[in-house]
């Protein structure tokens, strides 16, 4: 057999490149209410959202002000357990605290 001939039978496997897309973003708003205490809306925003204390009063107040303040920014699944971890943790303290979420 000769040299050049080897391996001639083997056949080159091209792989596609997939593109790759990033899922798409919702925004988390709470909602103001003359209920909710500015304490609990800090402690949701500091347990539930992640938010440092300096962070999480400026978005308080903010919600305080204008009616509502973004809490961050998710992926629907992410976003939607955030919302409904709220929800319970308001209802459990006897609070009217709601989210809403918006497509980015």
Same mark, same amino acid.
């Given at each position: 057999m000769d040299e050049l001939e080897f391996g001639l039978d083997e056949k080159l496997e091209t792989k596609k490149r997939q593109k790759v897309t990033s899922p798409p973003m919702y925004k988390v708003f709470l909602l103001n209410d003359n209920y909710t205490t500015m304490e609990f809306v800090v402690h949701i925003l500091e347990n539930v959202f !992640?938010?440092?204390? $300096?962070? *999480?009063?400026?978005?308080? %107040? !903010? $919600? !305080?002000? !204008?009616?509502?303040? %973004? *809490?961050?920014?998710?992926t629907h699944e992410i976003a939607e357990t955030k919302i409904s971890t709220v929800h319970q943790l308001s209802h459990q303290k006897g609070f009217p605290l709601k989210c809403t979420l918006e497509k980015e």
């Open positions: !992640h938010k440092p204390i $300096v962070e *999480a009063t400026q978005i308080m %107040l !903010h $919600v !305080h002000n !204008h009616g509502r303040g %973004l *809490a961050g920014v998710y």
